[in-house]
């Protein structure tokens, strides 16, 4: 079936790593996002893709990064320099980059714990 | 720049009962407009969305919602709701363009008492 798969679901992360959460999808999407989701605060944009090799910031960006070399695949890591990085993580895709009236497709999301 | 409110964090019914989830928008051109049902530890589902046209859009699982530009809202209804409807539910905005990006409202958590 077609669909996004995020990994690992559960996360642990000590103080001063850095870590990677895994996004894939099969549904041909051009365009692929990372959304962090904080109790209380909805859905916040970190990242997003319209394109392979292509990325741009979203309104929380500082502390994250992200590559796009296949189309499938757009990982975010979670660097030490993210001061708060416990929270829901999720990651989504689009038919295309331009959103108007696209739906956007969500994975199942990835818990992230500092320790 | 766009903007989405959705008033109260949490709303209880009993099962059986009208659904009304409210959503007000802000936007500088003519929106589109979404709702977003999460249950615990899951990811986003589409419930439903306006795009054009018809202004009562009908969505999955029995819900629907009226697109009011003079009121600026787009709230989520259900005639009868159902323990299964129990969950977290998201508004969200986007414009049109090369740059739009999707706007989140802070969610409402649903719950339906037996």
């Known amino acids: 079936d077609g669909g996004i798969t995020q990994s690992p679901k559960y996360l642990f992360r000590k103080e001063g790593q850095n870590v990677t959460l895994s996004c894939e999808q099969n549904l041909n999407h051009d365009a692929m996002y990372w959304y962090r989701q904080d109790p209380g605060q909805g859905l916040r944009l970190i990242y997003y893709s319209q394109i392979v090799n292509d990325f741009q910031k979203g309104d929380i960006a500082e502390g994250y990064s992200v590559s796009r070399e296949k189309k499938e695949s757009f990982p975010l890591t979670v660097t030490s320099a993210q001061k708060n990085p416990t929270a829901f993580y999720l990651c989504?895709?689009?038919?295309?980059?331009?959103?108007?009236?696209?739906?956007?497709?969500f994975g199942e999301g990835s818990w992230l714990t500092v320790v | 720049a766009q903007s989405v409110t959705q008033l109260g964090s949490h709303v209880s019914v009993s099962e059986g009962a009208l659904v009304l989830l409210r959503c007000n928008y802000s936007?500088?051109?003519?929106?589109?407009l979404f709702w977003y049902v999460q249950y615990p530890n899951q990811g986003l589902q589409l419930l439903l969305k306006?795009?054009?046209?018809?202004?009562l859009v009908k969505g999955i699982n029995g819900f629907e919602a009226e697109f009011k530009k003079s009121e600026t809202s787009f709230h989520l209804t259900k005639p009868s709701a159902h323990m299964s409807d129990a969950a977290e539910y998201f508004c969200a905005v986007s414009g049109d363009g090369a740059n739009s990006k999707l706007t989140f409202g802070k969610g409402i958590t649903l719950s339906v008492r037996p």
């Open positions: 306006y795009t054009t046209g018809a202004t």
């Open positions: 936007s500088s051109v003519p929106p589109y």
């Open positions: 989504a895709s689009s038919k295309t980059g331009i959103i108007s009236g696209n739906t956007i497709y």
